[in-house]
């Protein structure tokens, strides 16, 4: 239910966070944006002072209304800050930091859930509240790894753009609008390369999304 909520707010929230893009500074977005993932960081520990599980649902909402304004930036950030031999490789990173960071949260859980089992067989009696107390305990660490990443990112990312341009392109100004975002999309959606493109993309993050969902059952039927 959590993974479901992020997932349908992300095509609202990625046209908000394209409104964002256009009207302010790099710098302006993806400060909001940290400050954003902070707060939902932080409402989602809430559920281990109050045990209620609504904390959790929309701290884990807010944090999905942020995703789409930083997967937004990332082709900003190559335009401005790297040289034309650089950018794609640089985007690749930025976009691929993503999944390795769920893998990561992976093996976290992996860990911590066979460390849980392992009490468990030893105290039996208390197994619901090992589960409660490990649960909690490695939220909040999250949080706190979180927390330490936003105020790194506030006291560095400084500029929205370098004092020497690395390319043609980073020296060029933000030009206004003038057709209007969804006559954008309308003549994207004529370019069949565009169209091409963005069903792979699609099937892509759905499968990997998919995967996500059903992990858990299919290696809980094995005693993981």
């Known amino acids: 239910m959590v993974d479901s909520t992020s997932a349908m707010l992300f095509l609202p929230a990625f046209i908000v966070a394209t409104q964002m893009y256009n009207s302010w500074s790099l710098r302006t977005v993806l400060l909001i944006c940290s400050f954003v993932i902070l707060i939902g960081a932080w409402m989602r520990v809430m559920l281990a002072f109050t045990g209620n599980f609504w904390w959790l649902i929309a701290g884990q909402t807010v944090i999905g209304i942020s995703n789409p304004i930083t997967t937004g930036g990332v082709s900003i950030i190559a335009n401005y800050w790297f040289a ?123 499968v990997f999304g998919t995967f996500g969902f059903v992990l858990s059952p299919l290696v809980g039927a094995y005693g993981y």
Do not use: H
């Open 84 to 206: 034309d031999n650089e950018r794609a490789r640089a985007t690749s990173l930025m976009m691929v930091s993503n999944p390795i960071g769920i893998l990561l949260s992976f093996g976290t859980q992996a860990y911590i859930s066979s460390k849980v089992t392992r009490i468990n067989a030893t105290e039996p009696a208390f197994a619901n509240e090992n589960w409660i107390y490990y649960s909690n305990k490695m939220l909040f660490w999250e949080t706190i790894v979180t927390s330490i990443c936003c105020i790194y990112f506030w006291i560095v990312f400084r500029k929205s753009r370098p004092d020497l341009p690395p390319s043609l392109a980073a020296t060029r100004r933000k030009t206004s609008i003038t057709q209007g975002m969804w006559n954008d999309v309308k003549i994207l959606a004529g370019n069949k390369s565009f169209v091409l493109l963005l069903i792979c993309f699609m099937l892509i993050y759905s």
